[in-house]
């Protein structure tokens, strides 16, 4: 009943939109033919036909455009939050394939540490100057220990 709401509200705007329309257009007829209370008829009304025309019409749209820009947009949303929850899962995935992972900096940056001689384990990992920790990850440039520039 709840899925899919953003579409729902576009399709009860253009309803409601229709509904509107055929109430201005009843309304603009019977107001311009009605009688005055003694019986007597002035005949048909055409400036006053037309103006509530005209006028309910212009308000009927904006009223239904409202509503559609809101369905629109909690239609985004919903897509946006499934996009969202995607790329949270493939990140989880490739964290849990990573060997080492730690989250510094606002991404995850792979860090590998350095065997008991200080030495590098890998031929592509860097060593911070300041605390020697070893980072084999190219595109990392600070050390996430200490925040030391690494080459």
Not at 84 to 99: E, F
Not at 105 to 116: L, N
Request: aromatic share 10%; hydrophobic share 40%.
């Amino acid at each position: 009943m709840f899925q899919n709401s953003g579409n729902k509200i576009k399709a009860l705007a253009v309803v409601l939109f229709v509904i509107c329309l055929i109430a201005t257009l009843v309304l603009a007829i019977t107001t311009s033919i009605i009688r005055d209370r003694y019986g007597n008829s002035d005949g048909f009304r055409f400036w006053q036909f037309l103006g509530i025309l005209i006028g309910g019409s212009i308000a009927s749209f904006i009223s239904s455009l409202f509503l559609y820009a809101f369905g629109d947009l909690v239609e985004d949303v919903s897509i946006l939050r499934s996009y969202v929850n995607d790329i949270k899962k493939k990140l989880i995935q490739a964290d849990a394939s990573a060997p080492v992972t730690h989250p510094t900096g606002g991404y995850f940056q792979q860090i590998q540490k350095e065997d008991k001689e200080g030495r590098l384990k890998t031929a592509d990992s860097r060593c911070c100057p300041n605390c020697g920790l070893s980072i084999h990850a190219p595109q990392i440039h600070t050390c996430p220990r200490c925040g030391t520039y690494v080459e």
